[in-house]
């Protein structure tokens, strides 16, 4: 098992930027292909990125493409999302995830989920 705390979100102006930051605890962190997610009010939960367990493949949603950019490491059993160009259709609740077995990324069929950060783009 692993557990996942998000960090990072808060309020910031169209146009701006932030740093989404997942933490990992438990097993092994590599093993894991890790995801970011996001669910606004009333939609449902859709996927923003993922990254592969080495880090060398990296996918992303195409309303994001361009603008963020999803890394980790490790060594520090992290994951980081660095939005910039922040839209107030971004604003969302978003999610870590992680899965050992997932074959589609961008499902929702992770197997870990973290309690999410909330993320206010205003206009």
């Known amino acids: 098992q692993v557990q996942l705390v998000e960090s990072g979100g808060g309020l910031v102006q169209a146009g701006g930027s932030l740093r989404l930051s997942c933490a990992a605890s438990?097993?092994?962190?590599?093993?894991?292909?890790m995801g970011w997610f996001r669910q606004a009010p009333g939609k449902e939960r859709e996927f923003v990125a993922a990254i592969s367990r080495s880090g060398s493949i990296t996918y992303y949603a195409n309303s994001v493409k361009g603008r963020f950019t999803i890394s980790r490491d490790n060594a520090k059993n992290t994951v980081t999302l660095q939005m910039n160009s922040l839209k107030p259709e971004d604003t969302a609740v978003y999610y870590c995830a992680a899965s050992d077995t997932i074959r589609g990324v961008t499902t929702t069929k992770y197997d870990y989920w973290g309690q999410g950060t909330q993320v206010t783009v205003s206009s």
């Open positions: 438990g097993r092994t962190f590599n093993v894991y292909t």
